[in-house]
């Protein structure tokens, strides 16, 4: 496990004190003394409001949240100096590669290790957060269903007169 010598260090981490918004707790800082971007914040509520873990386990969750995000914004601050280089462009897309390849496992690596904190159940559960499956239709590549006319009602739509409506629509 990569996380075994972080368990101190997230305790310590984020010992800090804690703000609320509401009545629900929110563990780590605001964003502007957190390493933490917008998306992994909401994503880490998301995760505290779902599982609900004690207050120790809670703040081992955001220590690792930081560290992998301390980690992440070191990773892609190398892309970017690479990115700016003078160099072969086949060189730097293959090391900016094994960069993103990095970030990935540093992102598996902390879901592993949060894992670890839950049961077998809760475990499937969070998997299937954090990697849902493929929707089974792709008539237009990815994008937001909520607002895709055909995705939601395909009667719905504008068509000429005489063209067909679509069929495709999602149960």
Known sequence: MAYNGLLVCCLAFSMGPVLGQGSRPVMAADSSSSALNGAELRMLNALIDRFKPVSAVQQIWVGAFEQAAIKSLGLKARVDSLERLEMDESDLLVQVGALQQKVKEVKQERNA???????????????????????????????????????????????????????????
Do not use: E, W, Y
Not at 116 to 134: C, E, G, N, R, W
């Open 113 to 171: 290790f949060l894992s670890d904190f839950l049961s077998p159940v809760q475990q499937m559960s969070l998997d299937s957060i954090l990697s849902p499956p493929a929707p089974s239709i792709q008539h237009f590549g990815f994008h937001d269903r909520m607002k895709c006319m055909v995705c939601k009602d395909p009667a719905g739509l504008a068509v000429p007169p005489g063209s067909p409506v679509p069929t495709l629509k999602q149960k």
